[in-house]
């Protein structure tokens, strides 16, 4: 865990047992969530430290409290590492999550009832890009886009059309569940030709970004949001990225607007993922999220499944289970599955007649079994125990087989020396 862990285990065995049983299930599952990653030794180690014990609203230099030279040292290397790597304009490293990033984009740059044009969170857009569940959906005027019926993918006819009828004052472009790139160049020209703001959440694929292996929204971008612990692998935080015209107006609506002090163990953290993404061999990492999850999604193919979109340009792919099993929902297959040491999330398909909480659909993801060393061969082995685990899946002695096979195959490849 960290240097603390034996003081910890004498002050709190219980904490340690309940974490150390993760580490276990992390090791011997496959963590196939898209979201989701093992974070550095040297990540956590950065969010475990005395920076912790610090009060320091404001920002560098213009702190509310006294005794934050080293908050100040860490906060400004975060965001100067931040604006290195994405080649940001401003970077606010202080959001305590996605959500927080996007809620104070919205109240710097909208009043209440203004329009936003977001993706449907059932077409694979985030509860902030204004489902009605959410605040975004509560206090704006949201028109919500989806992909087409028959590629499945956005069209961008279609956007410019949504666009100029409803006339909204911020785009948002981003998504959970899409696997395909988002041309941003042709989401600015829409943005411009009805001046609206235009605001990419790429929490999903920052990783992929930073590594060169997706298109980069920053330069289209008026302001664009991230999470830092999904393809970045940092710590779980959040940060935002806007041209300089608008860095005072995001600023406030961070602090003071939303948030209170600023989490600097966390932004420290955040730190250390910047300079790990920095370095070459974070681009071969992200390389290889992009080849596993085309050599997953052409076995899953393969073994009769078929993908949204016929499959993935990037980090996750949504496999649609009706193609193959009419009546299994998204959530049953996850159970099976979990039930074999694979960890999936059901997930909406596009024009999904199931609810929600029940789906038609699983999101599949790489960025975790590539951390820990997997490649293209070893993905026909993770297709194959997924598919044999969805064909058995009333069958509880092979799904406890392909449980032990799943075990053996992590084994090959330990975590541990992975988180030091
Ligand atoms: N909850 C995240 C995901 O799983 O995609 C989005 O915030």
Same mark, same amino acid.
């Given at each position: 865990m960290n240097t603390l862990e034996s003081k910890l285990g004498e002050v709190d065995p219980q904490i340690v047992e309940i974490a150390s049983k993760d580490l276990t299930r992390q090791q011997n599952?496959?963590?196939?969530?898209?979201?989701e990653n093992y974070a550095s030794r040297a990540v956590m180690e950065a969010q475990s430290?005395?920076?912790?014990n610090k009060y320091a609203e404001g920002y560098p230099g213009e702190r @509310? @409290?006294? *005794?934050c030279k080293f908050m100040d040292e860490t906060e400004s290397l975060a965001i100067a590492r931040a604006k290195a790597l994405f080649g940001a304009e401003h970077v606010n490293v202080?959001?305590?999550?996605g959500s927080q990033a996007n809620m104070a984009v919205y109240h710097a740059l909208l009043e209440p009832g203004d329009t936003i044009l977001g993706m449907s969170l059932s077409h694979g *857009?985030?509860?902030?890009?204004?489902?009605?569940?959410n605040f975004s959906g509560c206090y704006y005027n949201v028109v919500g886009y989806g992909v087409d019926a028959k590629t499945e993918r956005i069209d961008m006819e279609e956007i410019e059309r949504l666009a100029v009828e409803h006339r909204p004052k911020l785009i948002v472009v981003g998504a959970t569940a899409y696997p395909r790139h988002f041309d941003f160049s042709e989401w600015r020209q829409v943005a411009d030709s009805v001046g609206a703001y235009l605001l990419t959440d790429i929490a999903h694929i920052a990783g992929l970004i930073a590594g060169g292996v997706h298109p980069d929204p920053v330069p289209y971008s008026d302001v664009v949001t991230t999470t830092?612990?999904?393809?970045?692998?940092?710590?779980r935080g959040a940060m935002i990225m806007c041209k300089s015209e608008y860095a005072d107006k995001i600023d406030r609506a961070v602090f003071p *607007?939303?948030?209170? *002090?600023?989490f600097l163990h966390t932004i420290a953290a955040r730190a250390v993922a910047f300079k790990e993404a920095s370095e070459p061999a974070f681009k071969i990492y992200q390389a290889q999220i992009v080849k596993n999850a085309k050599a997953l999604a052409a076995r899953l193919i393969e073994n009769g499944f078929r993908l949204v979109s016929g499959g993935?340009?990037?980090h996750l792919m949504l496999m649609d289970l009706t193609s193959k @099993?009419?009546?299994?929902?998204g959530r049953q297959a996850a159970d099976h599955l979990e039930d074999a040491g694979i960890i999936v999330n059901k997930n909406t398909i596009p024009?999904?007649?199931?609810?929600p909480r029940t789906t038609s659909g699983i999101r599949i993801g790489t960025p975790m079994i590539t951390t820990r060393g997997m490649k293209e061969d070893e993905m026909i082995q993770v297709a194959d125990f997924i598919a044999e685990t969805l064909e058995n899946r009333q069958k509880a002695s092979i799904k406890r087989r392909i449980r032990e096979k799943v075990n053996e195959f992590c084994a090959q490849f330990p975590i541990y020396e992975y988180l030091g």
């Open positions: 599952s496959l963590m196939l969530i898209p979201s430290s005395v920076l912790a @509310y @409290y006294n *005794g202080q959001p305590h999550a *857009g985030h509860l902030t890009h204004g489902d009605n569940v830092t612990h999904k393809t970045l692998r940092g710590p *607007g939303l948030q209170g *002090g600023p993935t340009d990037n @099993y009419e009546k299994l929902s024009f999904d007649k199931r609810k």
